[in-house]
């Protein structure tokens, strides 16, 4: 069976890319082999992946240079998942081979105009992306959502400007999420401190993979 | 509430306009950029078998909404319109 393959994507740094991109490879780990590719020079997944005390779920390996999406796909065939965290630049050759290699482009968005209008130039991306991967999917995802808040509310609303679908599965802003990176694991693996968390994850890879 | 929803949409509009009006000038170079021919060459990775050593097992169930259930007022915060974060933000 061929990769699946999710990149997690963002012009916007400090999105949520690789908060989003290393959990759901926890939640992806479940159910096949998963691989998490960091494309960061940033090495932010590597970095959260080595500082725990226990293997993290899903290997994580971080890539540089020129590849493309058939290598990619060829060296990592043995994988069932396939999660790509790339850096907040959607110029970067490697965002580009990303949307070109991947089955499903997730973006995180924030709460907060600033987030809102630098992650505008995603639909057109995409939209580039589909010339040589027509099947691509797109969906933006709502990040740090915080339910009381107006401008949370409101984002629903802003986000259907981008022209592109907004998965119904949101982050909220949690504390298990943060704690998460700085021990080394997923939400999946705190506990009850992660079970929220854990929950949003796994909302997200249903609707993602039932799309 | 609603204000800052018409708000929120309509800074997206402009900024969306803004941005394709900047677009024209730059639009060639950064095309070209983009459609820049692909290599297929070199790659740092070795094809290698997946390396897991341990999967997830834990899978917490009852645990939903307890903390949004401990956040303290039953209506809208009328002052959260204008706050990005208002102050009770972390439901864990
Ligand atoms: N849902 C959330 N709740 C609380 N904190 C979060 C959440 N999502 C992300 N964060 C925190 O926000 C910060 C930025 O997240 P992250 O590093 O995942 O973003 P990124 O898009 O990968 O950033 P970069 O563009 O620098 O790679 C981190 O401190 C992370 O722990
Ligand atoms: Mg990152």
Redesign the pocket.
């Known amino acids: 069976m061929a990769t699946h393959v999710m990149a997690i994507i ?1 012009q ?10 290393m959990n759901l490879a926890a939640g992806l780990s479940c159910r096949g082999e998963t691989i998490v590719i960091d494309l ?1 020079p ?1 090495g ?1 997944s590597l970095q959260w992946a080595s500082s725990g005390s226990k293997p993290f779920p899903a290997t994580v390996k971080q890539i540089g240079g020129k590849w493309d999406a058939r290598t990619l796909h060829q060296n990592y065939r043995a994988y069932q998942h396939m999660v790509l ?1 790339c ?2 630049s959607v110029d970067s050759h490697a965002s580009v081979q990303a949307l070109r290699a991947c089955d499903v482009a997730l973006i ?1 968005v924030l709460p907060s105009p600033i987030d809102l209008w630098a992650s505008l130039r995603l639909p057109q991306e995409v939209e580039e992306a589909r010339k040589v991967n027509a099947n691509l999917k797109a969906f933006l995802v709502l ?2 959502i915080e339910p009381k808040s107006a401008i949370s509310a409101a984002m629903h609303e802003a986000l259907a400007e981008f022209g592109m679908p907004v998965l119904q599965a949101t ?5 298990a ?2 704690a998460a ?1 700085l021990e080394g694991v997923s939400v999946f693996q705190m506990g009850s401190r992660g079970a929220p ?1 854990a929950d949003e994850i796994e909302a997200i890879i249903n609707e993602v993979i039932g799309s | 509430m609603t204000n800052l929803k018409d708000k929120l949409s309509a800074s997206v509009r402009m900024a969306k306009a803004g941005q394709q009006s900047a677009e024209q000038p730059v639009s060639a170079p950064a095309a070209a950029a983009k459609t820049a021919p692909v290599k297929t060459g070199a790659t740092k990775p070795a094809a290698t078998k997946p390396v897991k050593t341990q999967s997830v097992t834990t899978k917490p169930t009852s645990v939903k909404q307890s903390a949004a259930a401990k956040s303290k007022p039953t209506s809208v915060n009328q002052d959260s319109g204008n706050e990005l974060f208002p102050s009770r933000v972390w439901p864990d």
């Open positions: 963002n916007k740094g400090g999105a949520g890319k690789t908060t989003l991109a960061d940033q932010s965290d850096p907040p995180p990040n740090q982050l909220r802003r949690r504390a999420y943060r990176a968390a």
